[in-house]
């Protein structure tokens, strides 16, 4: 299984980017998916989260200017990101929860990261 991250940048402050990250390979079902993000000498944050029935949960300080959604028959998860802060620049990585078969409680994947910096 292999996850493939896009979408990442420089952009200014009040601006906007759109991340993307599709899954391929041997997969019977995903589970949650979701974005993280690890700035440099930091630990790695939940950022957003969705699951396979489309419920979401947000870092609260990206709630309201953050968007997670997915595309199940792509296999893809999204986040659209408005309002960007120069406190939002970081290394943005995507995870996905996947079953590979009917036995299988599913394993947790993750992209290359993404790099999101923000201009003040």
């Known amino acids: 299984v292999q996850l493939q991250a896009s979408g990442g940048g420089l952009v200014q402050a009040g601006g906007s980017l759109r991340l993307s990250c599709t899954a391929s390979?041997?997969?019977?079902?995903?589970?949650?998916m979701g974005w993280y993000r690890q700035a440099p000498g930091k630990q790695r944050d939940l950022v957003a989260s969705?699951?396979?029935?489309?419920?979401?949960n947000y870092l609260a300080s990206v709630k309201g200017r953050f968007t997670i959604s997915r595309d199940n028959a792509k296999k893809t998860v999204y986040l659209q990101m408005n309002s960007l802060n120069p406190e939002d620049t970081s290394v943005y990585y995507c995870?996905?929860?996947?079953?590979?078969?009917?036995?299988?409680?599913?394993?947790?994947?993750w992209g290359k990261g993404t790099q999101v910096t923000v201009s003040s």
């Open positions: 995870n996905a929860n996947v079953r590979q078969w009917s036995g299988d409680w599913g394993m947790d994947y």
């Open positions: 390979g041997s997969i019977l079902s995903i589970r949650h």
């Open positions: 969705v699951t396979s029935g489309g419920a979401t």
